[in-house]
């Protein structure tokens, strides 16, 4: 059983950034695609980016474009979102997520967006931007 904790969400001026991580407890994460979504009260959770495990190919939602970036340091199975220019709409709880694949090698480039795809989910952290 794979356990993600996210990290770095707190309150923030608007115009703001922040860094969240993410960190997994086992090595699959090397050979698992990693995404980041959110959830702010009464709405559904929604996509925000998403890494191959090869860290070759990256996804954004539309509404992140230019301003957020996802990476990761495989080395520290550690997965981060950078967060720019932050909006009050950005306000929500950030979950990170990790999908595998038995033969990962035919996946280096692949990201997933949608959440059913996913595996293993951390609980999140919450980032809150003040106007």
């Known amino acids: 059983q794979v356990q993600l904790v996210e990290s770095g969400g707190r309150l923030v001026q608007a115009g703001g950034s922040l860094r969240l991580s993410c960190v997994a407890s086992e090595r699959t994460f090397t050979r698992s695609a990693m995404g980041w979504f959110r959830q702010a009260p009464g709405l559904e959770r929604e996509f925000v980016a998403a890494?191959?495990?090869?860290?070759?190919?990256?996804h954004y939602a539309n509404f992140v474009k230019g301003r957020f970036t996802i990476s990761r340091d495989n080395g520290k199975n550690t997965g981060y979102l950078q967060m720019n220019s932050l909006k009050p709409e950005d306000t929500a709880v950030y979950y990170c997520?990790?999908?595998?694949?038995?033969?990962?090698?035919?996946?280096?480039?692949?990201?997933?967006?949608?959440?059913?795809?996913?595996?293993?989910w951390g609980r999140g952290t919450q980032v809150t931007v003040s106007s």
């Open positions: 997520a990790t999908k595998s694949w038995d033969d990962s090698g035919s996946y280096r480039y692949t990201v997933p967006i949608s959440r059913v795809e996913y595996d293993y």
């Open positions: 890494i191959s495990w090869s860290g070759d190919s990256t």
